[in-house]
């Protein structure tokens, strides 16, 4: 007698295989395949009874796949729903200031990026993230101070090192600019933006070979890096 209930049990082990696919492919944190990565989180938030963890996982592993499609307001979308569901979320609360910092919207991303400081003192992400934006708005003193202080708290992070390299920059202090590019390349010799950076930052200073050699360097490690900062002024030709 033939087992009447086999085609529901295949479709069960279908269904599993199905999610188990769907979650590997998203919270794998691959770029190969962007659209694939975003199909794949859309159908994990469109599960019936999802848990609310396990939503905000989905969305701001999708909304990081968007970011790198330049779908950022889409990506803000995201963002914007995962905190709706757990407002306590630094990680996406983070994502969200570098949405508006990348979109040139630095007062929200202030705004933001605040809201977070209160909830989390003294993190040295936060406080660099506020260092950068500040540098963005010219308001250098305070970005200065606010790298100083996530320094202080985490000597060795790669990204306030280059964070305060550009407010040296931008306050025109060549000379320490290059001394914290040199010390974040030490620590990271394939960080683009540091490499782009100090390439600009040696052209200041008269080393043209060696600026040229950075910025392309930088270019071969990522592509973006010189429309990246093109909105702040950098060029080739600075």
Not at 62 to 90: C, K, M, V, W
Not at 92 to 111: C, I, M, P, Q, S
Request: aromatic share 8%; glycine share 4%; proline share 4%.
């Amino acid at each position: 007698m033939m087992n009447k209930s086999l085609p529901f049990v295949l479709l069960l082990v279908f269904t599993t295989a199905a999610r188990a696919d769907d979650d590997q492919i998203c919270f794998s944190g691959s770029l190969k395949s962007l659209e694939a990565s975003v199909k794949a989180c859309t159908a994990i938030l469109q599960r019936p009874l999802l848990i609310p963890d396990l939503k905000v996982r989905a969305l701001r592993a999708r909304g990081f796949y968007r970011q790198h499609q330049h779908r950022f307001e889409d990506a803000l979308s995201d963002y914007n729903a995962a905190i709706a569901t757990d407002p306590l979320n630094r990680a996406v609360r983070n994502a969200r200031v570098d949405v508006y910092v990348t979109l040139g919207k630095f007062r929200e991303a202030l705004k933001e990026n605040d809201v977070a400081m209160r909830m989390f003192p003294d993190q040295p992400v936060i406080l660099n993230n506020r260092c950068w934006i500040h540098a963005a708005l010219w308001e250098l003193n305070a970005a200065l101070a606010d790298c100083n202080r996530s320094l202080t708290l985490a000597p060795r992070m790669v990204e306030t090192l280059d964070s305060r390299g550009f407010v040296h920059l931008r306050l025109r202090n060549y000379k320490q600019a290059l001394a914290d590019y040199n010390a974040a390349l030490a620590l990271d010799p394939k960080h683009a933006t540091s490499l782009y950076v100090r390439g600009v930052i040696k052209r200041k200073l008269g080393d043209i070979l060696g600026g040229n050699a950075d910025m392309a360097a930088a270019g071969k490690i990522n592509p973006e890096v010189a429309e990246m900062y093109a909105p702040y002024g950098l060029t080739q030709g600075n």
